[in-house]
């Protein structure tokens, strides 16, 4: 039995507060159980150096966690000078995520900066802030969209994300921190509302995992994110 | 009339919310109207070399803001590889303000870690840190007594702070965002429970203020002040 | 057809040259065709900090690109200052890669500090690294034995990388730089000896792609990684 | 009595030297007692980013020790890679004092930098630097007029700074370091020629002050700036 | 006798292998006995700002070593967060060196980046660096002519360098690392085909020496700097 | 004839003033005509980490200048966050050439830091640093040997520093700024009281030096560092 005492695929209660703050054009709280992040999205005309002249815009994330997000209490980023590794790996894999499903082309020279903030961490940071980023993404874009600014919503599908691993031999969905210390693999999954994959990160630093178990991790991930991509339908649609 | 609309001498809705994130042994949502602030207060044994041996404690505190907190998007610091002077000289005041009324004599070789970050900016984001961080650090040390790792709370008196200045010729308290982007002369005050002062600082970029003005202002964050600290024992009360 | 004439389950021509440089215990040029890596695996005593008397080693890796390694100069990290983030995602990557199959209990209080450094890049930077930091382990922990510091080699299995992806709508093994920059999806995938996963790491930039697609990927990188381990072998027979 | 066997409302001797060193628009070496600070005023042509265009000019300030000014040696901040936050803080502070009584907009597209490093400390380094950068300004100002490159000296009125404390229960000024490391409460006071308060920034880490001791405080305050600035119009008629 | 058996005044075997790797412009391996160094010389178009608009070109020199290039493991300096002074040292003396021989204002509004990287170190890394970096950039120029880009090689004469110390009381030339770590003098000299001096740079940590070494040291370096221009010619012309 | 009017072979004027400043153990401001720098020596009891338990001591110096000791402004390096190559070498410089003469063994576990800050530059800072620090260190160590805490003064020998150059075809004597920014060959040379050399650097950015040039900058070198050392001798016995 799962220290939650949840069945092997079933999701941790989730919520997607909308409008959150009241500064972004687009900004949500989401929780997966007692995992909670601020995820905001920030519209700017131009783009980065590399874009320039090219009439197409661009998405990029960042991420951070507060000291006390977690059981102890760990340095601040912004003392230590420099964003670890950890940091780093997160914030590509949640612009990646994005950029994918946003049409950039259609964006037009604008940037759309996503920041996920966690409040409280109880493992499953990543997937839950590419599951509330998404949500404030389009909020953000439906803005410009609602002001004339842009014709169309550039958006092209949903994506969300939920982790999956082996836990005591069993393959379980949504591992909270104590499944996740305790796990032999763990694996991230980001998958589009078309049921396509955008990013799949498995990782064993315990036990190297066989094929079946890749599918079996497959298939909770496939089930839990049509899940989400409900919840954040029923939240846009709220 | 203010923009507002409050008196000269009021201040905006005050809400502290303790126990609001779980990992912390202090954590406190505090709110002066649209400003909101997270404040934890960690305890960790040991204490920084400059005190080891001497048998007392230490208190520090950092303060942040989630780059989205304000009306345009601020860098994050931790990308930047640094803290601005601006978040230095205001984390060196909160923890002044809170040893200030901490005992770190009876405190033993300890050390409260401070996090004041702000979630939604709209001004006076220094003093409703000091004010929601003494609710915190009550709360950790409160938590050492009934835990018998201490044997009375290591806490002298209360301490809040508010902001006072003058805008558009009107002496008036706690300023919100678009007051103090528009004064000539911004105050911070802090002051114990006994009604005595632990900081002031006042400054004009504008106008040069007299000593009539001074003293106005410093009529108005007693009285502020006061109020706070009714609210702070409201409460640790509830 | 592939823009390099190869077969799509084809790797490149893969040399592994061992005691490359002099100074290291295990030091390997390993080849991907094009792609050069210097990879040197070090041997100190003691552990990091949070490892301390516990009785285990440790090995962490480090990885970096020669500016000129690729077609236009990359500005030397060394002088920026900082690592990027790619750089702290590889380097992390081949340090749980390795940790994967090395006994650290039997290794005693000893650290192996990997070094893979790019010559020359054509893409696979990241697979060709792990694939001959391995062999330099090996290297290495062979002198402990043979030195009489350790009694047994302590690692348990193979391990080797390679990258495999969606290129043209084909699936293809061993990507060089040509078809990696031109690619849908790109995965590297980490296996032991026994065939089983250490790491799988998939990304679409560009179009999602499915779980037929998936499988096709894997089933890719199984032939090519269980190959790659056959060279392995050769080289430490040599 | 004071350690310095000063009566409570007197300075130390005080001594503005102009001409300092011979490359800087303005050199000026300041002592209150043993507290040695040359300041420099340098022109450029030039604004930052955020005035650019704008028509105004801009002045900012630098603050360092050498290393030995100190009785015991601190760490040279160019070797550490980073300034202080108590550096930070009076650079800020000597910054906006001196803004106060400039008219940027009568200054053009020209910054000037203040350079404040403090050759020997004895207590009161920000106070001194604040009062002898003046003059440096007042100078490189005047050669801006001289060479008719301003029609007029864009100076509103002097501005000088002194320190004010509670030392064993007795309200003094000026204090000097023996004072300064044993006093419970501790003020900086920035004021106009006219009389009028540009900064008041107090600071109890040991007993809070009351209301009373406040005004003492800025009393003398008042009648120490308005002697410092008899002494700097006393340096500029020199 | 010196550990290597050679005679005071012998070069160790030197070897220059030009188009070491593929991408560069330049890019030679260059051998000092057991000093292996690869050069590469990269061609940009535009000039550092100081330069801009000023017609001539710039050529300056970066140098790194990979951390187990030595004996004992050193620290990456990328990982470190910045170059060592020896390492600034040493690429500030490259980039003069290469300087003094090519013809800036023939080379327009480009700039030549040289990168010297240390595989194996066994002493004078320096020297073996200078001499095989001229290779490279020579490589790097001729290709312009030769694609049309410039109509003359902008090069005035050749230019290499080579280590000289007194060991053992002994003049001697070319010292490898156990003469280096073991001797009184060391001087590094830089010199033209022309046989005139670029840099001289002696210096005695140990003993000091007197004027009749100086001279002893600087026959010994013309004699060996001779020797190594042949090689240089040599392998140009291969 | 050159532009101070100075002979070839003629000093500036040079000026050792001791007790400089108060709380360093030793303190000079050493002046070179119109360079002017403050050196000071400060004792500390331990050394670093390498010299552990080995029973010797260290000397180690840093060098700075102030912003606007310069014609033009430079930036600060502390507020640039790090130390230019040319500072890391200058200080590296004064730390070798020091230590040249102090016996290290004699001094016991202590760590003598030198501090040399530009006020003012007209050329030479480096040699003005290396002459009046060790003005500096002799007076700490012989602070130290006054306090019983040294039996003998653990010092060998004297030294000072020079720079000669090529200016205009001339060989000259301790070059000014306008001599240094415009001359062919710039060299710096440190000699210990018995004639015997302990650095010499000699570059030539501009046209390259013969040996006869060589000889005569040499020549002019030992006799100028000659008259510093007498001129430091009667400094010590004023």
């Known amino acids: 039995m799962r220290p939650s005492q949840r069945e092997p695929g079933q999701l941790r209660p989730v919520r997607l507060t ?17 995992t909670q992040v601020i995820c905001t999205a920030s519209v700017e005309s131009g783009v980065p150096g590399f874009l320039k002249g090219k009439g197409q815009g661009w998405l990029t994330a960042e991420y951070g966690m507060l000291p006390r997000s ?30 994918a499903v946003v049409d950039l082309g259609a964006l037009g020279e604008r940037q759309v900066l996503v920041d996920c903030d966690v409040i409280q961490a109880d493992g499953g940071t990543r997937t839950a802030s590419i599951t509330g980023a998404f949500v404030a993404v389009h909020d953000a874009l439906s803005l410009l969209v609602q002001r004339g600014e842009l014709t169309a919503l550039p958006i092209r599908d949903h994506v969300a994300a939920v982790s999956v691993g082996i836990w005591q031999g069993l393959p379980v969905l949504d591992l909270d921190y104590p499944e996740d210390s305790d796990c032999e693999t763990d694996m991230n999954v980001v998958m589009t509302g078309a049921g396509r994959f955008i990013e799949v990160q498995g990782t064993a630093e315990g036990v190297a995992f066989d094929r079946t178990e890749m599918n079996q ?4 991930a496939s089930a839990g994110i049509a899940r989400l991509i409900e919840l954040q339908k029923a939240a846009l649609a709220g």
């Open 70 to 99: 977690t059981g102890s209490r760990m340095k601040r980023e912004a003392a230590q000078g420099k964003q670890s590794g950890r940091t780093q790996e997160i914030q590509r894999l949640i612009g990646r995520s994005l950029r």
């Open 217 to 220: 991790m497959l298939d909770l």
């Open 18 to 34: 909308r409008h959150y703050t009241r500064h972004a054009e687009g900004s949500v709280l989401v929780e997966f159980g007692d």
